[in-house]
């Protein structure tokens, strides 16, 4: 079984739970566990057949009696606790609860009283006006419903594609095996997971060879291919068996550049990189450029031509972008965001690096939510060759984490001051994760604010607020005393829309108050989000990549954070944690 079928049952449990009315603590532990297996990098049916139970329970979030019905579910393929519920509560049923509006008891009272247990059966009852007759139901309730339903939509059509760390494993088992056939020149991931987008369709791999034939055939016998979908003399596209698709395209090696330009897309960029191209007679493709005013042009061009080659070629990809009088353009600018403008002017900036960071503001320990001590933190921090590493555990506000009161956070303060003497090249930072409460407050006093290196405020609740109310909301926790606003747009991929904000007043509140703006490293987060980082650079704010980890190994999760402010165009003196300490320690006390 996949992780994320093991976390869909999870999840469903969750749900049933709830409906049941159980307690909280038992809903939160099947939902916490489920999201943790479904990010797991490693096949949960792995970590099984390594360390036994055992090591199943060592997973943040499994104890040992979700430990148990995994172990069961993937023995028998079947787990009777879940059989039990769904005696009564049938998994049919449960998607109703994935549409935005429709919570637990009223899927209940829909499935019992009309018998609902599907989207389309939910839509017709919606339309034929039949929902809100129903005892404590709202005159509008139809009208509710059928915007969820929109909403459900877009959310499925989102799932269907995954996120970076779904994608990274499998791109990553693929060139292995690829790797291992001793014809290989050189093979690389391409398309969107080259270009590191927040979400991926499909998997795109090239490979140089001289050999494509016999490549072609060795790939098709691949262990992880459920089913063949096509297959050429030089590519081959396959269903894996996670039912991920994968493109493979080969070239000779003198074409690997053009090859790799060509499949790393996006396709606007091409499409645009072709227009240009054209426009200045010069064909594009992945076998190279071609000059087009040398084949159509006049009897001493065409001498000329036949004399030397018409079509270039490149083995190398930067070569290409030079031939054509651009910059190099990195794989995350590629989005036709202006990126061949600035190439073709020599003006691209400098985006950050994967190795510029120093530190890392946005961890949590034991104190908190998080699994780890300051200590641990703190040798994973040194591992990482981090300069410095800020400790921010959640403040009192916060219903389900064990969040700090200020006394509490003080003395967490003294903790990490004790820890920070053991420690000679790492610099521990005191920071917070306070609450940006619905009206705009944070739950933490500025005194102790004042007292620690910096604060994050966040918003963790009242998420539907109307975008006057959000917005006034958010700018007057920036305003609070706050140094980073964290996840500011507060979206769960495929899960949470953002919140209703007017970006340009926060953008111009976070520059004038001087507070960056986070960028999440969380593969569901990853907010701030590329698109909208680039408009805040325009107003002059500042930026924090952060892992927000509550678990050791997010901190590793960092890259996809580097990546996001890559897309989104942020060089490193826009990104307040790729400064040196003392840099960054002024900036703080601004
Ligand atoms: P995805 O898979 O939806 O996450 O996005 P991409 O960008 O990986 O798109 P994909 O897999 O359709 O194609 C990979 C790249 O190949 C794409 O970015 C541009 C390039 N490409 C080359 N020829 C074509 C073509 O005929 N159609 C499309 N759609 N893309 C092409
Ligand atoms: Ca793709
Ligand atoms: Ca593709
Ligand atoms: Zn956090």
Known sequence: MTNIEIAKI??????????????????IAYSRAAEVIANLTKDIEDVYKEGGIKALEEVPGVGVSI????????????????????????EKMLILTQVPGIGPKTALVLYKKLHIDSIAKLQKAATSGKIHKLPHFKEQAEQNILRGIKQFGIRTKERNRMVLTAAGPIADEVLAYIKKFKEVKKCNAVGSLRRMKETIGDIDVVVATPNPKKMIEYFAKAPFVKNILSKGDTKISITHKKNVRIDLEILPEQDYGSLLQHFTGSKEHNVHLRTWAVEHKLSLSEYGIEDLSRKAGSARLARQASGGKKRHHFSDEKKFYEFLGMQYIEPELREDRGEIESALAHKLPRIIGYND?????????????????????AQKAISKKYKYLGISDHTVGLGVASG?????????????????????????????????????????????IKKLDYGIGSVHSAFNQDEAIMTRRIIAGIKSGIKILGHPSGRLIGQRQAYNVDWTEIFKACAKYKVALEINSFPERLDLKDTLIKDALAYGCKFCIDSDAHALEHMDLIKYGIATARRGWATKADVINSWELDKLQKWLKL
């Open 10 to 27: 999870l999840s469903n449990i969750s749900t049933i739970l709830e409906i049941k009315g159980e307690s909280k603590f038992r809903v």
């Open 67 to 90: 430990a148990e019905k995994i172990e069961e579910l993937i023995k028998t393929g079947k787990m009777k606790y879940y059989k039990n519920l769904t005696k009564s509560f049938p």
């Open 357 to 377: 960071l120093q530190g890392d503001l946005h961890c949590h320990t034991k104190t908190s939510d998080g699994t780890n001590t300051i200590a641990e933190l």
């Open 404 to 448: 700090l009161s200020d006394k509490e956070i003080l003395k967490h303060k003294a903790e990490i001051q004790k820890a920070n003497k053991k420690f000679r090249n790492l610099k521990l930072l005191a920071g917070a994760e306070i609450n940006i409460t619905a009206s705009g407050k944070l739950d933490l006093s500025l005194a102790t």
